[in-house]
């Protein structure tokens, strides 16, 4: 270990305050991953306690959460855990505790899929426009329905509610889920949202969605819990959310008071995010590692809210650079974190994590070019880890995917008859 990078000078070990005033340990993040823990009715479960509280032995500063629905009609995976009122307070406050107590800070991700959910989970699909995926993906994804007026200011109505049982619980904050390709995504692009009414129609109308949303969980949670979001650099699509346009909306909500704004890209339809959309990359982008870095210090350069960059890390020297940089606070750790929970431990130490993360593919074109078992891969390793054993790193791209699909499609039955 270098002087450099000892403990004690290691950027990735220096704590953050946050504009509200809230601290974080550390420069290391835990970003959402989606877990599909929860039950097939959507509460929460003692696997969740154990997969976060592992995750909060490593010192890592900042766990979020994957998915957390705020409502039960509108799932993106069986085994979504969704929070609509109290009555799951008892496992909730024991699924925050169990980060919190350990000194980290815990927020929970909150989501609504719009569009973005397998066939026949829900009884329909929600999304700003009528507008289908396209033909390879319509297998699985349904054309949504648009929605009315009065369905998105309950969708408006919804984030607030679910965000102030979160506090309420104990978790540490709430991040807006607007990247992806979700709901709150799905109205900031025009590939997706053709609306003419005030929700729609030109960049200001198409992020007022999203304002609203921060508005409304800012008024049920008050001044001091911390808000933030997770948002697109861009969708990567022909017609879609531009850097132009994410800026606009990163300077909107750094107005409106966002307290954490973490950098992503890329949908289901051109997952950028995860590395496995075949978007080209300088030499000099991919030496530095990070996917968005280069958008990050765009941002910065106008703004100075904390951000975090989760995509393409891959060594502790690159992640110190990133933060030497000064293009960004904090590091997000996803796909890292599901084959070595324990990660953070050297990382925070200056050293290397014994893991790597490896494409997966299953041999299948259409399925690998969707890039889901960046997805379902990893999630079968959380549920591993969630039974306290260790993760299975060399475990087949192809035997995970089909084992997912068996899951998802028991789910998705499951899920219906408890409906019925």
């Avoid at 835990?30 to 929860?38: D, N, P, R």
């Avoid at 001091?224 to 699509?237: E, R, T, V, Y």
Wanted: net charge positive; hydrophobic share 40%.
């Amino acid at each position: 270990m270098s002087k450099l990078d000892s403990p004690e000078t290691n950027p990735l070990a220096q704590p953050l305050r946050l504009p509200n005033g809230s601290v974080l340990r550390n420069r290391l993040a835990k970003s959402s991953m989606s877990e599909t823990l929860g039950t097939y009715d959507n509460h929460a479960t003692p696997k969740l306690v154990e997969l976060y509280r592992r995750w909060a032995a490593s010192g890592v500063g900042l766990l979020l959460t994957g998915n957390v629905m705020i409502d039960r009609r509108a799932l993106g995976e069986p085994g979504n855990v969704a929070i609509e009122d109290d009555s799951d307070l008892p496992i909730l406050r024991q699924w925050a505790g169990a980060a919190t107590d350990q000194g980290a800070a815990f927020w929970v991700q909150l989501n609504h899929p719009g569009k973005q959910s397998p066939k026949g989970l829900n009884a329909v699909n929600l999304s700003p426009s009528a507008i289908p995926f396209r033909e390879d993906m319509a297998v699985f994804f349904e054309t949504p329905r648009e929605a009315t007026g009065a369905e998105i200011q309950d969708i408006i109505r919804r984030f607030g509610h679910s965000a102030a049982i979160c506090k309420k619980a104990g978790f540490s904050g709430v991040q807006i889920h607007g990247a992806h390709g979700y709901l709150v995504s799905q109205f900031l692009s025009p590939h997706h949202n053709h609306r003419t009414d005030e929700w729609g129609g030109n960049p200001e109308n198409r992020r007022r969605f999203v304002m609203a949303v921060y508005a409304e969980i800012r008024r049920q949670v008050g001044a001091d819990f911390p808000i933030g979001i997770k948002l697109n650099s861009a969708d990567f699509q022909r017609g879609g959310f531009s850097e132009e346009e994410s800026m606009a909306t990163i300077h909107a909500l750094v107005e409106a008071g966002i307290d954490l704004i973490e950098i992503s890209g890329g949908t289901y339809e051109a997952p950028a995010m995860s590395g496995a959309f075949n978007q080209p990359q300088k030499t000099s982008t991919s030496a530095r590692e990070a996917y968005f870095l280069e958008f990050a210090e765009k941002v910065r350069a106008t703004v100075r809210v904390p951000l975090m960059v989760t995509g393409g890390f891959r060594t502790a020297h690159g992640m110190n650079a990133a933060l030497r940089s000064g293009a960004l606070d904090i590091v997000g750790l996803a796909r890292l974190m599901a084959i070595d929970p324990d990660a953070p431990v050297a990382l925070l130490q200056g050293r290397e994590s014994s893991q790597r993360v490896r494409p997966i593919t299953t041999g299948i074109k259409a399925v690998d070019r969707m890039g889901i078992m960046e997805v379902l891969w990893y999630t079968r390793q959380l549920k591993r880890v969630a039974e306290g054993k260790n993760p299975r790193p060399g475990e087949s791209g192809l035997t995970a995917f089909l084992k997912s699909l068996l899951m998802s499609r028991w789910g998705t039955y499951r899920t219906q008859r408890m409906r019925a």
